[in-house]
């Protein structure tokens, strides 16, 4: 048997194209008080290209971060729901694209959750001695499948893509313990069928049928009392109690629901990583670049207990627990970038807003020419 699987590199990719509050104001009957009062968030990311060029970036930090080349990874796990293609799948693309020639790679899809059983499986793939050096990402352009005339659901959302490297250590440190959850039965708060062979085949597709299907006061339920318990249960497994943490980095889904888990579980606010005000909830990016915030603004130290906890559609949930090693700054830099983009926010959501007016034939709101 290997060692525990231990964080070594990291790095995050974030649009340049930022979509505000003001600028939903132009589009849904909303305001920055109303959006900010229910879910935290001020601005999120709005990609003008596709899942993999997020990917790739934030991957190429991760490995200098970690002082690796792409050739010394063995597996490269890419958690995503927004897939540019089905068939081969975009952790193969992005295996390409990085030249990670030795590396075994797929897609792992659990929603929001989709970063945390990524982790449960890298470190249970080191810790068995099948991969020693996993390349895990997370990358969604979310904004894809977003109907631009719902309230409800367009303030959600944003693009984003993290990355880390996960090493053997046999130091004590790295992943201590794992909980995994999932309740298909409740899966029905979360559903867009985009992508799938549900159906018959056709050259059109219906507005209705391809958006996003939410319950959001039944997914808040769910979700509080889904992290907490699975924190409760990953920590219980390692050995520890809520008094050893460290650092939370949740799932920045919605403020509300992350200040009543912590509240339900006593975990002080400091302990928590928030940066859901600027990225917006996206779904399987948000965890790793969350971590690469707290690291950044020193929530995590040397030797720190950090949870890393998620639900999402499924439903999903999961969470980890880990003592952090010695190192909490990147051992290389990366310069690279997504290329700039010349078109605005309303230019990038114009085919969201075409396709799903049939369904809203009597907007609140005119459309931005």
Known sequence: MAGRATFTGWGKCVPPVKLTNADLEHLVDTDDDWIVERTGIRERGISHVETTDLAEVAALK????????????????????????????????????????????????????????????????????????????????????????????????????????????????????????????????????????????????????????????AVFKIAVQGIEASVRRALDRAGLDLADVDAVIPHQANERIISAAARRLGIDTDRVMLNIGTHGNSAAASVPMALVDALEAGLIRPGSIVVQTAFGGGVTWGSTVTRWGERVEPLGGCDAALPACDETVFDLLAPNRDFYAPLHPDPAVDPVA
Not at 107 to 134: K, Q
């Open 62 to 217: 991760a490995l200098a971060a970690a002082g690796l080349e792409a050739a010394d990874i063995d597996m490269l796990i890419l958690a995503t729901v927004t897939p540019e293609i089905t068939c081969p799948s975009n952790a193969c693309f992005l295996q390409e694209r990085l030249g990670a020639v030795n590396a075994a790679a797929f897609d792992l899809n659990a929603a929001c959750s989709g970063w945390i059983y990524g982790t449960a499986t890298a470190s249970s793939m080191i810790a068995a001695g099948v991969a020693e050096r996993v390349l895990l990402v997370g990358a969604e352009k979310l904004h894809w499948v977003m109907d631009y005339w719902d309230r409800a659901t367009c303030i959600l959302f944003g693009d984003g893509a993290g990355a880390a490297v996960l090493e053997p250590s046999d130091t004590g440190e790295g992943v201590l313990a794992a909980d995994l959850g999932a309740d298909g039965v409740a899966g029905r708060t979360m559903v867009f069928p985009t992508l799938g062979t549900r159906g018959r085949l056709s050259s059109v597709r219906d507005p209705f049928v391809h958006r996003l299907h939410f319950d959001g006061r």
